[in-house]
C-alpha cells in the first residue's frame, strides 16, 4: 500500500502515527557523495513522516564499520547537516539506544557527545539495549532524562533471552519512577517476544504488570 492508503487505515480507525522509523545507513559514511545521497533520503523520510501525520522520525543506526566511535564522530557529523533540516519542517528526530556492539549510541555518555553537537537531537530510550551495553538502564535514563521524548520497554531474561516488560531483570519500579519525577509524558512502546508467540497476549500480560505501575 502506498504511505496516503496507510493514513487513510490510520485515520479511519482513529490512530495516530507518532513516530516513522527507517535507518539511513549513508550518514555514517566519510564519503561526501555516499553522504549526499543519505541526506536526500533522510528528505524523503520526512515527506513520510508529513503523508504519515507524525512530527517524529527514529533514525535506525547502522554501525558501519568495527569501530563504533569512528561511527558515531561521522554520524554527528551528518546529523549537523540533517537535524535543522527536520527542524525547520516541525519534525523530531530521534535515535535509540542500540543493541548492536558496532552501533555509534549505546550509552548515555554516547548521546551526550552528540547533543553537545547537535542539542535538537532526541532520544528513544531502549530500557533493554541500554542495559546489554552495559549501562544501569535506570541511571542511564536520568542521565538523558530531558532529551528522551520517546521510550522502549524492553526486558530480558536472566539467561538473555527476550522476554515480557515487567518479567526479568529490568528494574521498571524504579525506572518507571523516574520518569514520574521528570514528568516524563511521551509514548510507551513494550516491546514483546513475537517468535512462537501471541504477540496480543504478551502485550497484554506487559500491560497488566506495568499498568499498576504507570498509574
Known sequence: KSWKEIREITDDHGIK????TKGIK??????????SKGIDEFK????????LGSNRIMMNQGGSTPD???????????????IPIATSEGIEVTIEHHNNPKAPFRTS???DE????????RIAYDSGNIHIAGEDPVQGYKNNQEQITH??????SSDGRLCIPGQGIIDFQNLIKAMKEANYSGYIN?????KNTDGYECYEKAMDILDPLIA
Open 17 to 20: 502515527v507518532v513516530c516513522y
Open 26 to 35: 549513508e550518514l555514517e559514511s566519510t564519503d561526501e557523495a555516499i553522504i
Open 44 to 51: 524523503n523520510r520526512l515527506e513520510v513522516a508529513h503523508i
Open 68 to 82: 563504533r566511535n569512528a561511527n558515531r564522530k561521522n554520524l554527528i557529523k551528518s546529523l549537523e547537516k540533517v
Open 109 to 111: 555518555a554516547d548521546f
Open 114 to 121: 552528540a547533543l553537545a553537537v547537535v542539542p535538537d537531537l
Open 151 to 156: 521510550i522502549h520497554f524492553k526486558d530480558f
Open 190 to 194: 513494550p516491546e514483546v517476544p513475537m
